[in-house]
């Protein structure tokens, strides 16, 4: 007769293997919530800018002229790529860094255990590079399922963030500009381009009453 220990230790991965747990067990950790606006009557817009590949310093120069709480969603490969370009932003004004994996995959073509590495790697590496804890993870091309969700919460993040207008020229593609609204979350990314980006969207803002806000403080822990 085996003991009661080592029975539990062999029932339970048995019946966890089954999908047998109870749905409380199942979804540890929990999944994160999805966002893509924020519900708020606050006259605010939040600014987030991905990846990290290109380093414009005018930029650079507005986001810190203007003091805007960016969220940097950096792709970690392309932030230990010229690192000083985000430690003067992170140092010198109000933006935070944010989660946006080591290296840009689609999070559905990996499994559970390929997405925690992605997610969960880019928060050390921001920690080692930065030394600042991302908060919010940003799915690459926005591609995500469930298994992304209980990574993302795993690896310390308190929402996978989506957005509700992307903002970004690409080339000579330039996207119309909506009327903004309280609580809409914009996407922009680090190219050559950005500063024109930024400038059009903080004047579309400032027409429409609404200042940049930072992302992290309107998302509940
Ligand atoms: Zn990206």
New binding site residues.
């Given amino acids: 007769m085996p003991r009661p220990r080592v029975l539990l230790a062999v029932l339970v991965p048995l019946l966890a293997l089954l999908g047998l747990t109870t749905p409380a067990q199942a979804a540890w950790p929990a999944p994160v919530p999805v966002v893509s606006k924020i519900s708020t009557t606050d006259p605010v817009i939040f600014i987030t800018i991905?990846?990290g590949w290109a380093h414009d310093p005018a930029a650079a120069r507005i986001l810190l002229d203007r003091n805007i709480p960016a969220s940097l969603?950096l792709?970690s490969d392309a932030a230990s790529n010229g690192p000083q370009y985000f430690r003067t932003l992170l140092d010198h004004g109000p933006s935070r860094i944010e989660n946006?994996t080591v290296s840009?995959p689609s999070m559905t073509t990996l499994d559970a255990e390929g997405q925690r590495a992605q997610i969960c790697g880019a928060r050390q590496r921001a920690l080692s590079t930065f030394g600042f804890e991302p908060r919010l993870f940003?799915p690459?091309?926005g591609d995500y399922n469930e298994q992304t969700r209980v990574a993302a919460g795993a690896c310390g993040a308190k929402a996978l963030v989506t957005w509700t207008h992307d903002q970004t020229t690409w080339g000579t593609w330039q996207p119309p500009m909506p009327q903004l609204q309280s609580g809409d979350i914009i996407l922009l990314?680090f190219t050559d381009g950005l500063a024109a980006d930024l400038t059009r969207v903080l004047a579309a803002a400032d027409a429409a009453g609404l200042k940049p806000a930072r992302l992290r403080d309107y998302i509940a822990d």
Avoid: G, L
Wanted: avoid cysteine; hydrophobic fraction near 20%; proline fraction near 10%.
């Fill in positions: 991905d990846d969603f792709v946006h840009h940003r690459p091309y990314h």
